[in-house]
């Protein structure tokens, strides 16, 4: 017998994305992770959620299987109303935090969206839970890698 985790997350796109595709590489894993959860536990904040739409309606990304952004609305509210799920909005610490993530030295625009996810989950106070090792850069992250 499993016991759930109360554990608290905010939880990354590419992992949401794995969950919604039952085509992707990490689904299994992804969902294997997901079922451990307990009630609130995942916590989707708005930047994901228009990442997710972003990313189910590239083709590139999702074929023929692409979806239209109301589409991809639809699905993520239909994901929404699973107990573990719990819609984040930003906290008020994040102001403090994010200026103090952009002291890496590597240039790139995803600095940019990853520094606030980041802070987004260092000012809530819960794990980010993520596939992406390059969250490991930021100092103070309680961060979580899903391996594949």
């Not at 000012?123 to 103070?140: L, S």
């Amino acid at each position: 017998m499993s016991t759930l985790s109360n554990k608290l997350y905010v939880v990354d796109t590419n992992v949401w994305l794995a969950l919604l595709s039952t085509t992707h590489n990490s689904h299994n894993s992804s969902m294997a992770w997901f079922e451990t959860l307990g009630t609130g536990c995942a916590g989707m904040c708005r930047p994901v959620q228009l990442a997710l739409i972003r990313l189910l309606g590239n083709r590139t990304v999702m074929g023929a299987v692409a979806l239209s952004a109301s589409q991809a609305w639809q699905h993520i509210q239909l994901l929404m109303e699973d107990e573990r799920i719990e819609f984040l909005r930003e906290p008020d610490r994040v102001d403090d935090v994010l200026p103090t993530l952009f002291r890496y030295p590597i240039p790139t625009p995803q600095l940019i969206s990853d520094a606030h996810l980041a802070a987004f989950a260092m000012a809530c106070g819960r794990c980010f839970v993520t596939r992406d090792r390059g969250f490991q850069q930021f100092r103070g992250l309680d961060v979580e890698i899903l391996g594949d």
